[in-house]
């Protein structure tokens, strides 16, 4: 019963496969190999767009290379205050960067919105003393479990673009966003004003499986310097490539999020029949956010489930009793089913 | 027929099949998993002592993050002019240590001695106007095929620590200086004075298998801020821990190198049957430096060969005619012997 | 009427009579003039304390290479949300600490209180998914003219200690802090468990006036290296150090910030006999932070008075209605006495 | 007698008095005096073309900010061995530019030319494993004493544009060459090819005097956000433009380095009269290196004279014997003719 993470979990048996036959003779090293560039193919062909595709081996890096391409070094970036640039990865941003500002912004229910976004910049009206404001970033899900809707993201990018800002999206997990919406790729990315984005496989069903996928391709130039001098070029790319064609092959990569985020649903589901359990953020995704008591939580890990507490902050001052927890569940496409229901069955049991 | 690399071949069997077996169950991610515990204790049976071992995804980030941990951002690291830290990186030393400066210094037939080092040295002794001597740091085997001895290296780490300088040594093919010099690992490490390594197994075997090792453990305080940073920390670290465990596991890493090292000699010798070509360097791990008319270059190329010509500045201004190329062959575990006679053949045809 | 900043007057005759009377003859220059040398003694008599004194060309300077000496760029710097550090100086640490992350806490009245500081820091304890926490910065007088006192800046000190964080106080207005509470210099500095302070000057009579001082000189080794390559080691440096001098000699630093403060009680005494203006926070040192109708801001800038609003963030959603502005006041020792009472005639005319 | 450096002497009294009388009333502060603009339109006239001219207060300061706007951090720029920007500013220019890698190359008797530059970029042809040739930047009149010729600056330009690299010029002694060579500002800079030049006061009677000038005034935008970053926005900056302004008016600084130059002639040619000086250099500006016997040199010292020994490589391996030493004589615009004489007649009495 481990809902600790989705990364906790393997390789999907098709892409590791893939690795497996990409293990054929000699290719060309350091990104151009043929598998690296059928990737970039496959990608245009999921959003619908010629796009360029840069792989990478983390989501972090991802994140921090795309960034790199939005804003100088006296820029800011505005991102919700759980996104994993603003909270998560160690100053990464800032040296990816060079020292941009990350500014992680409170949302409401864990999402950005308009207002949100129009009044922090009122307060970068006075020229050189506060940095430029350079790029909004959002992540679909969010890190809460919330999924941005393509109206949604169409008026953040309003916002960004009435003061020429870029547009990013952390997508390490887009593809329970897309399942979770029934909506295509492009509907969530280009068409509704992102300019790049991090696109992440790991999480459901790669061994790294990253990329950074640039809209707007312009941004793309010199990107192959930024991933080399960011010690993401891998020199037998032809592993990541394979690894990316087998997961957008056959659409698997919808596959697994659809399986995660039933399994989110039916674990949801089953705890909020239990009225010691609330649910304070709807469940989108693959993630749930529930207050338990902290006896039953001790309970639960004593029988060998594995979830992890989260920070407070989300909730606020008056959340939360001093005798709860507040908990953290993700799903993946490989949890097996029967764990949910062992673990239902032991909350019913208290 | 291809000697652009030992990269351009894939993972070995043994590799490949501890990713396979790796794959089962959950395991805690970013690190925190069995494989990467016990590779870094297999690290410290290789070495004879307990050394602190990170898995990384590049030779490129193995190398800048080490660095980082020897230099601060107003230091100087003295290595080779054909070293990979100073020039196929793409600034990518500068990012990771924060600008310190990469000085690349002229050696003596692709090796750095005490007098080259000694020498620059001597232009530092103004103070703050230069920045501060920091860190030596030296390839073995080199970028040109090279191998450094123990009395070699302590003669070096004798100068570094002359001025307080810390001695790294990038081991991207230190398996083939080790089965090179029939030493043990320890002898070119920690006992001739190196403070941390690049211990570098993709092009011998890996799939992405890098590691900064860590002999004066004190250095290694704050290295996990610094690999998560510098975007390198990955999720499903167990995929790098476990190929860690094969490489080294009954000395399958020595046994690649004995292999390339020996197909080397095996190309070389060949190649000197043909008074065409001059080899200007000893050959001493798996790699040969040679210089050959432009006209049999074309050819071999036309038959199918593969090899990269090489910058002219080794050999100076006057090693080489109009009418003539350098070129590098680069020798893997898993080129088939068959490959090299069969170009061997096409040299004596001319 | 300028009440707009205190650095919109000018130099002190006295500084400016240093700087003349310098401009005799040839001294050695970046740094090694006796002058220089003089400064740094002056100030560790003004802190009776051994301390180790750079001097720099700007406030913002200051601050980034303070911090750059406390904090690795994987670390975290807290301060104040109104700090120059964190909204003022356009990623200017960021730059100069590599890439560290300036967090911005929201203060209670203008300052931070240990809980402040403690609720944060139970939000780093996940190891290197966060930065690390590396220093505590506090302003002195602060951003809003607030002070801190002995008890309160040993009490920040105890809790950045518990977790081995750096202690920085910003002194862009140290002296009025000093005259404010009628301490000695070092009661608010290294007796209360300040490591490293900039030592600003300028806004109170220099010219170019600005030192980073270190109470733990071990701290400042290397200091030298890290001034120069952040471009503010001046050639001309006596002229730095003279300035230096005249500001300590004969406690003129002190004498100007009492004019300051002083003026400060006149013009917020008067204000505050107009039922029309609040002043929210206490009045300490020479700034004044008040909330007026909208029509009298506008009357009196164009009756030929100077003065800035100000964010809406200090006083939350509700300290100001529609028709009303937030504005600051900042007095200088040089602002004429006379200026203040016709400014607070104008204000009782309304 | 003094030819340490021309930094050791003080401000030229038209300056001082000018710093005296801008030291009335408030001003805006922060760049937005009166003084700072005039000083922008005053450049504009003397270089006959609208330029942007962002005031500093170090060279070091005003290099590392130009090449800022040239290079991303994944460039190199292209400059000489012995230029202040490769060696003499302890990685600030790495620090300013976020990583760009720097690169000193060996000139022809202390120029740089076509050919050096054609050279070393046929090793940039490697795609992203190299930096991006981005900026060439070369110092007029040269840290060698040498000045660039109009005719020459141009040859310059079209190979640095050939590669789309921008052309920067170090001009922390552009009045000597301006001076030495009888031609207008405009003839060496962007007539010549130069985008964004770094004009230097400070050495020739400023206090601190230093200005970041655009010719292509479209590499400016964002400049002010980089000065900023940078710790360069002073608050007094009336006291920066005033100085400036002095400067310029009435040709205040041709005619400062018009003096400097003609004191090295006379330097140089006494120092030619002694059969055991020799002076490897053309002298064309106001610097002079010469060669001379240990013993001299000591009894110089002893003499009272003020000059510095030279780090050998200018002249090579072989320039120089055992028993001489090699020494730099940098003259000002107030070094005492008697003292150029009284030291010319210890040199005659040996």
Known sequence: MNFASDNVYGIHPKILAAIEA???????????????????????????????????????????????????????????????????????????????KIIGLEGVEGKLTPPIIEKVLKGFLRGEHDPKPAALSITNSTELGRVYKPDEIKALSTVAKSRK??????????????????????????????DV???????????????????????AEDFLYRRMRGG????????????????LEGGLWLDNARIANGLAQRLAKGLLQSNRIRIP????????FAVMPLALHDKLL???????QWGLD??????????????RFVLSFATPEADVDRFLSLVKQG
């Open 22 to 100: 990409a293990n054929q003779g000699t290719t060309p090293s350091y990104g151009y190999d043929d598998y690296s560039k059928r990737a970039e193919d496959k990608l245009s062909e999921v959003f619908e767009k010629e796009v360029r595709a840069f792989l990478v081996t983390t989501g972090t890096a991802a994140n921090g290379l795309a960034l790199s391409a939005l804003t100088p070094s006296y820029g800011a970036v505005f991102t919700h205050n759980e996104a994993h640039s603003a909270i998560d990865e160690c100053n990464s941003p800032e040296m990816f960067t060079g020292g941009a």
């Open 314 to 327: 989300i909730l606020g001052r008056d959340g939360i009793a001093e005798d709860e927890v507040f908990c």
């Open 197 to 219: 984005m991090s696109f992440g496989g790991t999480k459901n069903g790669g061994m790294l499986l990253e990329a950074v996928v640039f809209f707007d391709t312009a941004l």
């Open 232 to 247: 993401q070029l891998i020199s037998k790319s032809r592993f990541l490539g394979t690894q990316m064609l087998a997961y």
């Open 165 to 194: 800002m870029k547009f990013h999206t952390d997508g390490a997990r887009f593809a329970n966003a897309v399942a979770a919406l029934g909506v295509k790729p492009a509907d969530i990315t280009w068409k509704a004003g992102i």
């Open 302 to 308: 004593a029988a060998g489930a594995h979830f992890h």
């Open 281 to 288: 953020l709807p469940v989108e995704a693959n993630e749930i």
